[in-house]
């Protein structure tokens, strides 16, 4: 049961029916390689080549057996090698054609594929991130993605090379002797047809390897994401335990798809030699009795010997190509799963100049399957006016941040809705939304990046002197200026070296560069030391005068220089006014005003006290 929900996570595209029973997953793959028909048409011609000097080889042999050992013909057997030897420089010449062909395509069609699925995931709405495990998706990315190069590059130059080759050598066997071509022909149902039923199995304990491989990936990438919170707890050998028993799990699935690609090989091996054997056994009494030639019964046996081997080297890759079907599967699911944030048709413009205007009018939501019960935010209705600073405050869980992310329509209201400058976010085109707004998450995020293009995310075309300006507004200028290649040191993966107040700051200076028209800020300033956020609030509040600013705080000292608060609890707006109105009302403001500030008092009262 673990296995389904972690694939329903990626997707419900996929009905547990539609589960890779065949190869026709990696039908989905032939736009991404008949871009490159060159390539294609290259790896034709070759493969034809190196067939046609394969199978010329056998009709030499029976010449050279027939003739060529006779008085009769003594420059024969110089004449034959000669040519064989031509023969053997164009198959050696047209295999290293195909082999460049097909590998460099199959390197192609999983760049472009590796691309395609990534540009896709970027375009999923939050939604889908809030279910699916990050480390899962990387291991389609990379171990699905790897699998399904191995089945375009090696195995399937080596399944085109046989397929031809078994076709030419089948047909060659009917022009030599149709006697013996129908017992061989005919014994070819009762070989193919376990092979295939077997064959399926192979491919479901295949995909049961893929899919444990993958959560050994989830495990590690979110321990190693987290290593300094597990070293702090002492947890390293629970984590370390937690990812052995994955790994123990995708090994014992490997060991189970091994298995039964080895069964399937020695199957296929015995079922295909068998046959042959016995061929040559009834081919041999012809020769006794005078009614075939020697050097026919040879040219017979090497085309049947040909064929056989290529249904076997076809086996043997049967398995590898069966696990990129798999892959394909994996992957198709991610390219099949469709936005839950769609951009509208026919989008409606946002109205010129923008003016930051935002309005939620009596919004219900919820998260996923809170949708049946409780929402988030039940019937919330305000309004932000041009150039205003709104605060909202309230106890945890009561919906703050939620606001903002149905602001980014990063999901759609169940009922009600939300208009930017008058226009439902969800008639607008969103790219054009989102390029009004600018972001400061409780959690800012840093890349693996230097700290001027951590910066330049908020305006890719900005200069470096308007990097540089948006992080002294930000008051990161100064700890910036000093790392060791200033501006273009390497920040680490997620900020790794900076503190959290400095994280926040570079975060900062990326929505100052972006000069939107409205800013939220959600618990922008909450990593600062006093000092830091007392620069950031000025330079804030001389940003306001341009813009409509939006800000969290749980700390009510900083949303005091909001033009009004908005005060939510239980997914609804119990008050709006300003802190004077608020705290006069005496009601769940002024109880959170009295604790923080009484507190306050508190401390300060300590501080002197011990002063003096």
């Known amino acids: 049961m673990a296995r389904r929900s972690r694939s329903a996570d990626v997707g419900e595209a996929s009905a547990p029916a539609a589960r890779s029973r065949s190869l026709r997953p990696l039908a989905a793959l032939s736009p991404f390689a008949l871009r490159h028909k060159g390539r294609i048409a290259g790896a034709f011609v070759a493969l034809v080549a190196a067939s046609a000097a394969t199978l010329a080889i056998p009709v030499a042999v029976r010449r050279l057996i027939d003739f060529g050992f006779s008085n009769d013909h003594p420059g024969m057997v110089d004449q034959y090698f000669g040519t064989m030897l031509i023969v053997v420089g164009v198959l050696a010449l047209a295999s290293a054609s195909r082999y460049w062909f097909v590998t460099t395509l199959g390197e192609r069609v999983v760049a472009d594929l590796r691309s395609a699925v990534f540009a896709h995931l970027t375009k999923l709405s939050p939604s889908f991130y809030d279910s699916a495990r990050s480390g899962e998706i990387v291991s389609r990315l990379t171990a699905d993605t790897t699998q399904i190069k191995a089945a375009f590059g090696a195995s399937a130059s080596v399944a085109l090379r046989n397929l031809f080759l078994f076709l030419g050598a089948a047909a060659m066997m009917v022009v030599t002797s149709p006697k013996l071509s129908a017992l061989v022909l005919g014994a070819i149902p009762l070989i193919v047809l376990p092979l295939v039923a077997f064959g399926r199995s192979v491919r479901r304990r295949s995909r049961a390897a893929q899919d444990t491989l993958a959560d050994a990936s989830a495990v590690a990438g979110e321990a190693v994401g987290a290593m300094r919170t597990v070293q702090a707890f002492n947890a390293e050998a629970r984590v370390a335990g937690r990812f052995s028993f994955a790994v123990e799990e995708a090994y014992a699935a490997a060991q189970s798809s091994i298995t039964a690609r080895a069964i399937l090989t020695a199957i296929a091996i015995f079922l295909i030699f068998a046959s042959v054997v016995g061929v040559l056994w009834y081919g041999a009494t012809d020769v006794l009795s005078g009614a075939m030639s020697p050097g026919t019964l040879g040219q017979f046996v090497l085309y049947a010997v040909f064929a056989a081997g290529a249904i076997g080297e076809l086996s043997n890759v049967w398995g590898e190509i069966s696990q990129a079907a798999g892959s394909a599967e994996r992957l198709g699911e991610i390219l099949a799963t469709p936005p839950g944030i769609a951009n509208p048709a026919a989008p409606k413009a946002l109205p010129q100049p923008a003016r930051g205007a935002l309005a939620f009018e009596s919004v219900r ?190 700390r009510l000292a900083t949303v005091l220089a909001a033009d009004r608060i908005l005060v939510l609890d239980g997914g609804r707006v119990v008050e709006d006014g300003t802190h004077a109105e608020l705290v006069a009302r005496r009601g769940l403001y002024a109880r959170l005003a009295d604790l923080q500030f009484g507190q306050m008092d508190a401390d300060a009262n300590a501080r002197r006290a011990v002063a003096g």
């Open 365 to 554: 939501f919820a998260y996923g399957a809170g949708a049946e019960g409780g929402g988030v935010l039940d019937g919330v209705s305000f309004a932000a006016r041009p150039g205003e600073t709104l605060a909202i405050v309230g106890p945890s869980g009561a919906g703050k941040s939620t606001l903002f992310h149905l602001a980014l329509r990063f999901y759609d209201p169940l009922a009600g809705r939300v208009t930017l400058d008058g226009v439902d976010l969800r008639d607008a085109d969103l790219a054009d939304l989102r390029a009004r707004i600018a972001l400061v998450p409780q959690d800012p995020v840093v890349f693996a990046l230097s700290a001027r293009e951590n910066i330049r995310l908020g305006r890719a075309g900005a200069t470096d002197a308007e990097v540089e300006q948006a992080a002294r507004l930000a008051g990161a200028d100064r700890f910036l200026a000093a790392l060791p290649q200033g501006y273009d040191t390497p920040l680490g993966e997620r900020g790794v070296t900076l503190s959290g107040g400095q994280r926040q700051r570079v975060a900062l200076a990326r929505a100052f560069l972006k000069d939107a028209a409205l800013l939220l800020l959600d618990e922008a300033t909450s990593a600062l030391d006093s000092e830091s956020e007392t620069l950031v609030q000025e330079a804030l509040a001389a940003s306001r005068k341009d813009r409509t600013t939006l800000v969290i705080a749980h």
